[in-house]
């Protein structure tokens, strides 16, 4: 990398590292280099950026192949600290550097005052600058002309899939060790490599579900944990009745004691009356009809319910298409079908290798016969195990993590992805595990813009107790 890719990132000087860090564990660095960063407020940071070179599997079938992870490291100029914070972000497959990076330049003085010591992220084997990139432009092409469903998809993404397999493994890609075991691991040879003693590990969605898998494989090097939204080690595909449990508190607080209703109406008439629905196509200005069924608007809501604007807009929307109008979600369902794609084979291999227990996939199926958006929530991902070649993990992984370490467990009782009930499971085997509900959270929601949830890290971080409720405002339900 050139100082001049960075130029518009960090102000200050760029230098080009000429020796590895020091210390016995350096070794695995394969490129150091360091700049400072101005942050939005003025403070002066010191940005260490790297590659660590680690196995591409390290148990099994070892396939002798290599994976460069990249990695920052961001410290309060003049501030070196054998402290360490460890953000491991969601997804699978969102960027750790740029997440750390975003956060200490919009954060700032008072950002780096509650984390207190050294900042790493990772850009996960697979993703972001790491190589190689499992990043994929392959998308499904699903036709327009009739109603959307999984049984006339499936057939068409497989193929998509089985593709984009072949070419992976051709170009010396071994699927199989794209899981969280691996992931976990990753974690643990850059805390070496940094020469770190214990981790303050922080994950959000995807990366509480890899936190948890590091905090089992790597006990002695975790100090304490803070999961946001989180996803337990069986919590990888979504509990049906879960999603309608939270779809009926927002009816609730949404003051839209119909929404539920609105909602089994409309799913039940285009159930049996698709409807044909005329559209712009936003990318060329042309009409285009759509023609929309039951698992189309399933499937739109699915994927959108994390987003609390969505969430916000929910009732209205539903009202909306009970008396007819289907435009909005025409031209939503539009934009899933064009765009809706490969996206990442990392992804989809992390997802999958983590699977599900027999219990919680028979549970899974049953209910999917009867909540209101069936199995979307896991559409199609669950289902592409065969096609792209991928095994789960064994049945230990998706045990309960049992550990003494502090666990501070985060979430919004509005989180359709990750609800409440899986921080209350994964706490039960915890025991310094503490969970707070975020009164009004969605699944997303800013763990740093709320003073009060700013001033529960700090206890946590202090070592101080927390409990009970923090209450973010109320979303603005449209009318």
């Given at each position: 990398m050139t100082c001049g890719i960075f130029h518009q990132l960090f102000a200050g000087a760029c230098a080009l590292l000429l020796t590895a860090l020091s210390g016995p564990a350096a070794a695995q660095m394969?490129?150091?280099?360091?700049?400072?960063?101005?942050?939005?407020d003025g403070t002066?940071?010191?940005?260490?950026?790297?590659?660590?070179?680690?196995?591409?599997r390290r148990t099994g079938a070892a396939s002798g192949g290599s994976i460069d992870l990249a990695v920052v490291r961001v410290r309060r100029e003049g501030h070196a600290s054998g402290k360490v914070h460890a953000l491991l972000a969601g997804g699978p497959g969102d960027s750790g550097v740029d997440e750390v990076l975003s956060l200490a330049r919009q954060g700032?003085?008072?950002?780096?005052?509650?984390?207190?010591g050294d900042v790493i992220g990772i850009d996960q084997r697979g993703t972001g600058a790491s190589l190689p990139n499992l990043a994929s432009k392959v998308r499904y092409a699903l036709p327009l002309d009739r109603p959307g469903s999984p049984e006339a998809w499936l057939p068409t993404i497989e193929a998509a899939v089985r593709r984009e397999a072949q070419r992976l493994r051709r170009e010396g890609v071994d699927l199989q060790a794209y899981n969280s075991e691996e992931s976990a691991d990753d974690v643990e040879a850059v805390r070496r490599a940094f020469g770190y003693g214990k981790l303050v590990l922080w994950g959000r969605s995807y990366g509480s579900h890899l936190a948890l898998a590091t905090l089992r494989r790597h006990p002695e090097?975790?100090?304490?944990?803070?999961?946001?939204?989180?996803?337990?080690?069986?919590?990888?595909?979504?509990?049906?009745?879960?999603?309608?449990?939270?779809?009926?508190?927002?009816?609730?607080?949404?003051g839209a004691p119909g929404l539920l209703d609105d909602m089994r109406k409309v799913l039940g008439e285009l159930s049996r009356a698709p409807v044909s629905v005329p559209v712009v196509d936003p990318a060329t200005r042309v009409e285009r009809g759509i023609m929309l069924g039951k698992f189309d608007v399933q499937l739109v809501v699915a994927q959108a319910i994390g987003d609390p604007r969505a969430l916000a807009g929910l009732p209205a929307a539903f009202r909306r298409m009970a008396a007819g109008d289907y435009r909005t979600m025409a031209q939503l369902a539009l934009a899933a079908r064009t765009r809706m794609g490969v996206q990442s084979a990392m992804k989809h291999a992390m997802d999958l290798s983590s699977g599900a227990s027999p219990a919680r996939r028979a549970r899974i199926a049953?209910?999917?016969?009867?909540?209101?958006?069936g199995n979307a929530m896991n559409f199609p991902g669950m289902e592409l195990a065969a096609a792209w070649g991928i095994r789960p993990l064994p049945d230990a992984f998706r045990a309960p993590v049992r550990s003494a370490v502090p666990v501070l467990l985060i979430v919004g009782d509005l989180d359709v992805r990750?609800?409440?009930?899986?921080?209350?499971?994964?706490?039960?085997?915890?025991?310094?595990?503490?969970?707070v509900v975020v009164e009004n959270g969605a699944h997303?929601?800013?763990?740093?813009?709320?003073?009060?949830?700013r001033a529960l890290l700090r206890r946590f971080l202090a070592g101080q107790p927390v409990e009970g409720r923090v209450a973010l405002p109320a979303l603005p339900f449209q009318r």
């Open positions: 394969r490129t150091v280099e360091e700049r400072t960063m101005t942050a939005d002066a940071f010191m940005v260490t950026r790297a590659v660590v070179r680690v196995p591409e700032g003085a008072s950002w780096f005052a509650l984390m207190d090097s975790v100090e304490r944990v803070i999961l946001v939204s989180p996803e337990g080690p069986d919590h990888t595909w979504k509990s049906p009745a879960e999603v309608d449990a939270v779809l009926a508190r927002i009816a609730g607080r949404a049953r209910e999917a016969r009867t909540e209101l958006l990750t609800p409440v009930a899986n921080a209350e499971e994964i706490a039960t085997t915890l025991s310094n595990g503490r969970v997303q929601f800013s763990l740093f813009g709320s003073a009060d949830l």
